[in-house]
């Protein structure tokens, strides 16, 4: 399931970061990469506000579609 639909506060392990190359290498240099964990902490207005690898990291609806957990 796309992580724009995790439910807020359960923790869920990234299994494929999808999308063109570079927005795939942007993803996985933020830390998203498969078998990390990775946790929805709010949202606004549809974009994510997420923690991986001990960082909160913001990021767009768009962006959340394409990590897969």
Do not use: H
Request: charge should be positive.
């Amino acid at each position: 399931m796309p992580l724009v639909f995790a439910d807020i506060g359960k923790s869920y392990m990234i299994k494929r970061v999808g999308g063109q190359q570079e927005a795939k290498r942007r993803l996985e240099c933020m830390g998203f990469t498969p078998g990390e964990w990775v946790s929805v902490i709010n949202t606004v207005d549809g974009n994510l506000i997420v923690k991986v690898k001990e960082c909160r990291v913001a990021i767009s609806k768009e962006m959340a579609q394409r990590i897969i957990v």
